[in-house]
């Protein structure tokens, strides 16, 4: 099964704990404060990666945690920092928010985006030493690490895609052209899932084309298999419109599948499109199109069987896929690195740790919010909190 959907959760590491501890010296009564920063908690990263060709990992692994941060000792000893999780994806995969916003679109190898950042390593009780207050009895706990539900949705980048009726020869036409295996078969819906190729050029140039299953009337409202894959048409700068020339009115067949481009939208009703008449070998001459049709940039007449017109048409290819746009490497660029910043914490407290519990500073938050705050800090029952002026328990 080719999975182009995933929903993961990610949960970046909580940082690490600051120490409270106190130095020990030979002739030193009582040493000063010596407890180091705990270590910041680990992000977990998307990576997109050239090899990989679906989301199925996704479907029996939704949960992605980042390491935690080690906590701080004493003689200033910081706490590592916690794993970093990378999770490869197919390039090509874009990230939404639970709100159904795109965060980012992983448009080329290399791209990564920090979906959860570490929370920050809480302070040792050795940054708090003031002139007066040099014996500081307390110190921070690690921030939690940003926590959140993403949709994952991969959207295929070809040069060109293929489209046409179930068994017009897309496949076949893929296999004379690029290094693809498709399926190949007498029957409608041979392909399921879309498959890509790459077409070489003599002087080294490279194409990528992608097979999509055919599409039938119906298609952008779910007939079929197409509507599905519809979505893998969208980032192809070019259409390749390939007809049966055997089975008909080939300017019928044309509307059919024109329609459904132009129900779906998304901007494939105005992609330039080159017209593909194939299975040439079953018919006496070349039928006519008759269309008049700025989007159609080419027609050509091949057949898959003989391969005659093959060579004419993936040559031409290079000349009509439209070259990449002027800003396309600015924005892929800037894909390079990206971190997605969910909403800000909404943390105006502070989560000391003392000899005996725990000390809130900053705005004191109530009920649950402070008491799973506590928890997640490690508060155990019958922990000291003090909270102003007031010194609970922690139950
Ligand atoms: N005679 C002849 N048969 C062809 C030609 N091209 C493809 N075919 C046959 O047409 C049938 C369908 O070909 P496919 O390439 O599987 O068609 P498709 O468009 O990928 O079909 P779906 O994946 O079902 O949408 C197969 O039996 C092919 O052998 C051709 O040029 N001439
Ligand atoms: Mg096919």
Do not use: W
């Not at 030979?26 to 090899?51: I, M, S, T």
């Not at 004493?74 to 874009?94: I, N």
């Not at 290079?318 to 909403?343: C, G, I, Q, W």
């Amino acid at each position: 099964m080719f999975n182009d959907r995933a929903r993961i959760h990610v949960q970046a590491g909580r940082g690490g704990d600051g120490a409270l501890s106190f130095r020990r010296e030979k002739y030193v009564p009582k040493g000063g404060p010596d407890g180091g920063d705990g270590g910041r908690g680990g992000d977990v990263v998307l990576v997109a990666d050239p090899d990989l060709r679906d989301l199925s990992r996704f479907r029996r692994e939704r949960l992605f945690k980042g390491g935690r941060g080690g906590h701080g000792g004493g003689s200033g000893k910081h706490g590592a920092d916690g794993g970093r999780v990378e999770l490869p994806v197919p390039v090509g995969t874009q990230v939404f928010d639970a709100d159904g916003n795109l965060v980012v679109d992983l448009a080329h190898a290399g791209a990564q985006a920090v979906l959860g950042r570490g929370g920050s390593g809480g302070r040792g009780n050795r940054q708090f030493a003031t002139p007066t207050r040099q014996t500081p009895r307390f110190a921070e706990v690690g921030a939690p690490g940003e926590e959140a539900d993403f949709d994952l949705r991969l959207k295929l980048l070809a040069d060109a895609a293929l489209v046409g009726l179930p068994n017009a020869g897309k496949s076949s036409l893929l296999t004379r052209i690029s290094n693809a295996k498709p399926k190949v078969a007498d029957y409608p819906f041979t392909t399921l899932e879309p498959v890509l190729g790459t077409v070489d050029a003599p002087d080294g140039r490279q194409l990528t084309v992608a097979d999509v299953p055919g599409l039938i009337e119906g298609a952008s409202e779910g007939v079929g298999l197409g509507h599905e894959f519809l979505a893998h048409l969208e980032r192809a700068r070019l259409l390749v419109h390939v007809i049966d020339a055997a089975a008909g009115d080939p300017a019928e067949q044309f509307r059919t599948i024109d329609r459904e481009l132009a129900e779906y939208g998304a901007g494939l009703e105005t992609r330039p499109q080159v017209v593909v008449l194939n299975k040439m070998d079953l018919v006496r001459s070349p039928p006519s199109l008759g269309l008049a049709d700025e989007r159609i940039v080419a027609v050509f007449a091949v057949s898959c069987a003989t391969g005659k017109g093959i060579p004419e048409f993936r040559r031409a290819l290079f000349d009509l896929a439209p070259p990449l746009a002027d800003s396309a490497p600015v924005e892929s660029a800037m894909a390079d690195f990206l971190v997605y910043r969910p909403a800000p914490r909404a943390r105006p407290f502070k989560i000391l740790r003392t000899d005996r519990g725990f000390r809130i500073t900053g705005r004191v938050p109530e009920g649950e919010e402070l008491e799973e705050a506590l928890r997640a800090a490690g508060a155990k029952t019958g922990d000291e909190v003090e909270v102003g002026e007031d010194v609970l328990e922690f139950q």
